[in-house]
């Protein structure tokens, strides 16, 4: 082959290899240039940068990116920005219907949609168990912004239902509430409006709407558009629904009721019932469970619960079979309201005035022998007498202490368990109550105590008896060994006045002295006033074949107002008489080992001793002195009651101030 030849091939192959080059030089260098045309980009396109937002959404799944995240017109290279990112959260542009309500609702400005559906991405369908919608979910999902109120509604009977027995039906948020058009309370198409929360309640519990709608005063009162009206939530809360027939909710529904009858709650918590309740009966009756609870009507329909023909078997669910006369018995009684039941009214003004009088009488004269005594102790004018070795009298005997002993344990068992029913608003009467057991504990101690009163009452009177008609004893009913009232302890009370007031010498005194002949007889007045009047409280059905039903009534606030009086004086005036007075201060042991220090007679009752001296009889009287153990056994004993009592005290009086600053 010639070298032309071969030149000419070399030099076509050359070119065609430049040609080549060029070609794919050119085509990359080229200046790029920008399409007008928006292609539709769909989610594969986008996925090699947004992995993390591949929509898994069932809903969403046909749309592709940009009919959301709109103004996007191609799709960068690999790790490169947007040249245009334009997002939108218009959600209406699909869902205008939806939209159209939450504009009006109560989230329209500060709740976007994905705050309770999640990201556009992963939005489920609301009736899926795994949606953020879900009826269990809502908890979460809600209480994000509304924490208080779902701390109540997983203490109610709803959340209950629907997380714990996985009651699908059981309401959650939204049923309630309503999904998209949530509007204020105030408005009366809101579903927590007054005016339509009976219908959404309704809806589940339609038995009960229509009871309530046809045989209820409640339900007439807002089928008739009264603003006052009580509603579901009136009564059972919005929230914090509890079980109602659970002890626990029953005992809150008085206080419900209060709310709207405010005269009707103030005498049932001045009643039993009322007074049991607050201390934590759940067994005893409450508003509901004589005016029924979705069927309450006044006293004058005959279809009430407490319509005359009918009581016999509302009470008789707690009381069986009952007499005409207890039928009578005021649950509401208001003894302060004469026009209703005069000798109620009468009998509350009696009471009162013995409380103010006794209570007026003794506290003066118990001051003023107090600043007499202190001065007399600070002159030196009488000796003060704990312990003595020397000869002693006795004064007692055995009996009476062992009588005594038992006395002063069932009083104080009586008035730790009387009491906090008296003051049932007192924090310290639900301390004493649950250390009783509650209030079926307390009941029960307090019975066992006034049978054992009983039991010691009728002990003495026997006494008495055998002493008086047996054994023909003289001076039981008269003279100076008697503890009946007489002239000489009036001349002996005023005479004492007057040396409280610096106007005359000490008056010396007998065996007795007026302020312990008044401790004595206010037993025998007190024991039977109370025990008759605790009787009839505790058998009422019993007692109200002979007495009306009234006498129900008088006999719970004597047995209330002589309780007071009984324990008032006991722990307050008695214990000054005999423990607290700075001549015995702070405890005199006599009663409990029945022997004076024979000084001390001489000095504090010395009539008594000069008669003694005079008949012969102070020879026979004298005995040894308490042992140490002796002593130290009654100390044990009296201190412990003393102080029980004047803490008994100290509850009486603070709970009296509070009631009075109340």
């Given at each position: 082959m010639s070298y032309c030849r071969i030149f000419g091939l070399t030099g076509l192959c050359c070119l065609g290899l430049l040609l080549a080059v060029g070609r794919a030089t050119g085509a990359t260098a080229q200046p790029t240039v920008q399409s007008t045309a928006q292609p539709a980009v769909q989610p594969i396109d986008c996925m090699a940068c947004h992995k993390a937002a591949a929509v898994?959404?069932?809903?969403?799944?046909?749309?592709g990116c940009t009919e959301c995240h709109e103004g996007i017109t191609q799709v960068p290279p690999p790790g490169m920005p947007h040249p245009e990112k334009v997002t939108t959260d218009e959600c209406g542009d699909c869902h205008a219907r939806e939209a159209k309500k939450l504009s009006?609702?109560?989230?329209?400005?500060?709740?976007?949609?994905?705050?309770?559906?999640?990201?556009?991405?992963?939005?489920?369908?609301?009736?899926?168990?795994?949606?953020?919608?879900?009826?269990?979910?809502?908890?979460?999902?809600?209480?994000?912004?509304?924490?208080?109120?779902?701390?109540?509604?997983?203490?109610?009977?709803?959340?209950?239902?629907?997380?714990?027995?996985?009651?699908?039906?059981?309401?959650a948020c939204t049923d309630c509430h309503g999904d998209h058009s949530m509007l204020p309370r105030e408005d009366k198409a809101s579903l927590e409006s007054h005016d339509q929360v009976p219908e959404v309640c309704g809806k589940c519990h339609t038995g009960v709407l229509r009871t309530w709608k046809t045989r209820s005063a409640h339900g007439k009162a807002w089928q008739n558009g009264d603003p006052k009206g009580p509603v579901c939530t009136t009564c059972h809360a919005a929230h914090s629904i509890g079980q109602p027939t659970l002890g626990s909710t029953r005992l809150g529904f008085p206080h419900e009721c209060g709310g709207c009858h405010g005269d009707r709650y103030t005498t049932y918590r001045g009643s039993f019932h009322g007074r049991a309740t607050d201390l934590g009966f759940q067994a005893s009756a409450i508003c509901s469970d004589c005016h029924t609870p979705h069927t309450e009507l006044p006293a004058s329909d005959p279809r009430s619960s407490i319509y005359p023909s009918n009581l016999a078997k509302t009470c008789g669910h707690c009381h069986g079979a009952t007499t005409a006369a207890f039928l009578t018995f005021q649950p509401h009684n208001d003894p302060t309201n004469l026009g209703r039941t005069p000798m109620l009214y009468y009998i509350w003004i009696f009471m009162t005035a013995l409380?103010?009088?006794?209570?007026?009488?003794?506290?003066?004269?118990?001051?003023?022998?107090?600043?007499?005594?202190?001065?007399?102790?600070?002159?030196?004018?009488?000796?003060?007498?704990?312990?003595?070795?020397?000869?002693?009298?006795?004064?007692?005997?055995?009996?009476?202490?062992?009588?005594?002993?038992v006395m002063v344990t069932t009083f104080l068992l009586l008035a730790a368990t009387g009491l906090p029913l008296k003051f049932h608003a007192a924090t310290w009467a639900h301390t004493l109550v649950g250390v009783f057991g509650g209030i079926e504990g307390t009941r029960l101690i307090h019975r066992v105590a006034a049978v054992a009163t009983f039991g010691y009452a009728f002990y003495h009177l026997g006494l008495i008896?055998?002493?008086?008609?047996?054994?023909?004893?003289?001076?039981?009913?008269?003279?100076?060994?008697?503890?009946?009232?007489?002239?000489?302890?009036?001349?002996?009370?005023?005479?004492?006045?007057?040396?409280?007031?610096?106007?005359?010498?000490?008056?010396?005194?007998?065996?007795?002295?007026?302020w312990e002949k008044f401790d004595y007889m206010a037993v025998f007045w007190g024991i039977p006033i109370i025990g008759l009047s605790g009787l009839m409280v505790w058998f009422p059905g019993f007692f109200t074949r002979f007495v009306p039903g009234w006498a129900l009534n008088a006999a719970y606030m004597v047995h209330s107002d002589e309780a007071l009086l009984a324990t008032g004086f006991i722990f307050v005036f008695h214990f000054f008489h005999t423990h607290l007075r700075p001549e015995s201060f702070p405890l005199d042991p006599v009663i409990f080992t029945g022997r004076i220090p024979l000084e001390r007679l001489k000095e504090e009752r010395p009539l008594e001793y000069d008669r003694l001296v005079a008949n012969n009889e102070l020879e026979g009287r004298l005995v040894e002195a308490p042992t140490c153990d002796e002593l130290a056994t009654a100390r044990i004993f009296g201190f412990t009651a003393l102080t029980v009592g004047v803490l008994l005290a100290i509850g009486i009086f603070w709970a009296m101030i509070a009631q009075m600053w109340h």
């Open positions: 898994t959404s069932p809903a969403h799944a046909k749309l009006r609702s109560v989230h329209a400005k500060n709740t976007p949609c994905q705050s309770c559906h999640g990201t556009a991405h992963k939005v489920t369908d609301p009736k899926s168990l795994h949606s953020p919608l879900a009826p269990a979910n809502q908890i979460h999902t809600c209480g994000k912004c509304h924490e208080k109120v779902m701390g109540g509604y997983l203490s109610s009977v709803h959340a209950k239902a629907l997380l714990a027995s996985g009651l699908a039906s059981a309401p409380l103010f009088g006794v209570f007026g009488f003794f506290g003066l004269h118990d001051a003023l022998w107090l600043q007499r005594a202190l001065v007399g102790w600070v002159r030196g004018e009488f000796g003060v007498w704990h312990a003595s070795q020397g000869p002693h009298v006795r004064r007692f005997a055995r009996h009476y202490i062992w009588t005594h002993v008896l055998v002493k008086a008609l047996r054994k023909r004893e003289r001076g039981l009913f008269w003279g100076p060994d008697s503890l009946v009232p007489q002239p000489r302890d009036f001349v002996e009370a005023a005479r004492n006045l007057r040396y409280f007031l610096y106007l005359g010498p000490k008056p010396p005194s007998d065996r007795w002295s007026y």
